[in-house]
């Protein structure tokens, strides 16, 4: 099992910048493909990034991409979302979760999750 816990989330303004981070316990972080999700006020979950276990393939959402780049450290159990540019849409709760069951955007294939960081952006 891993547990997670997700931190860096706060109030910016539209154009700013913010990294998220997600600490992992456990020994096999390694072995994990890891994910990050937001949730904003009446929509469903929706995916926005995922690594795999090396850090040589990524997946973003159509809707972020060439704005945040997820990535990784094994050494220190960490995955991180960096969010440039942010606009008021990426306005929600932002999830990092684990999937021991292979690549994917799918939440379903995700077992393990944050309890979440509210990212909210500014007009």
């Known amino acids: 099992q891993v547990q997670l816990v997700e931190s860096g989330g706060g109030l910016v303004q539209a154009g700013g910048s913010l990294r998220l981070s997600c600490a992992a316990s456990g020994r096999t972080f390694s072995s994990y493909v890891m994910g990050w999700f937001r949730q904003a006020p009446g929509k469903e979950r929706e995916f926005v990034a995922a690594i795999n276990w090396s850090g040589s393939i990524t997946s973003h959402a159509d809707s972020v991409k060439g704005r945040f780049t997820i990535s990784r450290d094994n050494a220190k159990n960490t995955v991180y979302l960096q969010m440039n540019s942010l606009k008021p849409e990426d306005t929600a709760v932002y999830y990092c979760?684990?999937?021991?069951?292979?690549?994917?955007?799918?939440?379903?294939?995700?077992?393990?999750w944050g309890q979440g960081t509210q990212v909210t952006v500014s007009s």
């Open positions: 979760a684990a999937s021991a069951k292979g690549w994917g955007r799918e939440s379903g294939l995700y077992a393990y």
